[in-house]
């Protein structure tokens, strides 16, 4: 889970702009969270700081790049798509 957060890390990084500060400081937020609590991750605690990853609006379930070109689009937004639904998979379990 941690190596999903840090590919969404950087890709935000390399790919976003200031309007994703707030998703920024929530993923580095989780990071650190895992980094400290190796051995026992409180699954319920990263669920809820991942919460503020997705409001109403402005969050990563709108976060797309654009670019006019399908095959390069689907390229750069492929690594973030998978790594949200890996999260996903994962904090949503039972």
């Known amino acids: 889970m941690r190596k ?5 890390l950087a ?3 390399k790919l976003g702009n200031q309007l994703n500060a707030p998703q920024l400081s929530t993923i580095r937020l989780i990071i650190d969270k895992l980094n400290r609590n190796e051995d026992e991750v409180n699954l319920d605690e990263i669920r809820q700081i991942n919460d503020g990853l997705y409001p109403p609006r402005g969050g990563l379930g709108e976060y797309y790049i654009w670019d006019d070109d399908y095959e390069t689009r ?3 937004n492929e690594p973030i798509d998978k790594a949200k639904a890996i999260t996903w ?3 949503t379990k039972e």
């Open 4 to 8: 999903q957060y840090q590919l969404l």
């Open 11 to 13: 890709e935000l990084i």
């Open 74 to 76: 689907m390229g750069l």
């Open 89 to 91: 998979e994962i904090l």
